[in-house]
């Protein structure tokens, strides 16, 4: 298959890009920076989501069967001005992509979709919006379908819960508690007793190379680790590991921090795609610690 992949050079892209490629895809990455890829099989496409009419035609003579649209800039910026602009973004390149023929996208959702919720959550929970980011990303799921449709194209969404590993953002809980430890500084922690679902980056990947390869089964889907993991665990996790003592500070909460303790149902991943996380909490944060120099 022919693959095209926006934000194919972030934190999840890469994994996604390098399984594709390993199964034999042809891979177009979307880039403002990189002219020509390594790999015979990784075709760069130049341009950027702003402009795309800059590159349309680029992609019209790549001709991808399928597509996976990672790109949201800004984060952990959750702004109506941020949000509002990656919406446009998205389905501008949906209408894009159906209009060229491309036959299947998959697009990035999140677990903050349903809201404050507690508990395990399926697919048919409700969606409860709560800030710009959560409504614009609602916002793309709805429209983007209909747009999909229209265009007779398949549109799967898939809601990531916490994806962790290996290039995460520098502000995120793993690698925030290793650089602390690197620094020699106590790690700003805001809640210490809170229980999230945290899925290692290359389980994710996985996830998203089988939603865009197999047949359609459904259109929503969660990807998590269909499990709680305690907040304090991870820091003893990363604390053992290093050899440092478990220590922390606690900052100011946000708004996110009220949540009560929800996870995945991964039922549905399991069931059509023969999908389950494989990484441990151990071994993803120590991969996570062996990929940082420190």
């Known amino acids: 298959m022919k693959i095209f992949v926006t934000g194919g050079t972030g934190f999840i892209g890469r994994p996604i890009v390098d399984k594709l490629i390993a199964q034999g895809h042809i891979v177009g990455v979307l880039s403002r920076t990189m002219s ?6 990784i075709k760069i496409i130049n341009g950027d989501l702003a402009n795309i009419s800059l590159w349309k035609n680029k992609l019209k003579r790549f001709k991808p069967d399928a597509a996976i649209h990672l790109a949201w800039e800004g984060l ?33 959702g999140s677990c903050w979709e349903y809201g404050l919720h507690t508990g395990k959550i399926d697919e048919e929970a ?26 007779n194209m398949e549109f799967i969404w898939a809601r990531l819960f916490y994806v962790y590993g290996p290039g995460q953002h520098p502000k995120s809980l793993v690698p925030h508690l290793i650089e602390s430890a690197k620094l020699k500084k106590l790690p700003e922690i805001r809640n210490p007793d809170a229980e999230n679902d945290f899925v290692f980056v290359n389980d994710a990947a996985e996830a998203m190379v089988r939603l865009v390869v197999n047949p359609l089964k459904r259109d929503v889907y969660n990807v998590g680790s269909g499990k709680l993991i305690h907040i304090a665990d991870i820091i003893k996790q990363v604390s053992n590991k290093l050899n440092i003592q478990t220590n922390f500070k606690k900052a100011e909460k946000n708004y996110r921090d009220t949540a009560k303790s929800f996870y995945s149902d991964i039922s549905k991943m399991k069931k059509d795609h023969k999908w389950k996380p494989e990484t441990s909490i151990s071994k993803g944060v120590e991969q996570t610690i062996n990929s940082r120099d420190l």
């Not at 710009?132 to 429209?143: D, E, G, V």
């Open 126 to 151: 409700e969606i409860k919006p709560f800030d710009p980011f959560t409504a614009a990303k609602h916002s793309f799921h709805w429209l983007g379908k209909e747009i999909a449709k229209e265009g």
């Open 36 to 41: 020509k890829a390594k790999n015979q099989k």
């Open 76 to 108: 952990p910026d959750h702004s109506v001005r941020i949000s509002r602009k990656n919406l446009e973004f998205g389905l501008n390149l949906t209408e894009l992509l159906a209009e060229i023929g491309c036959k299947r996208m998959v697009a990035i």
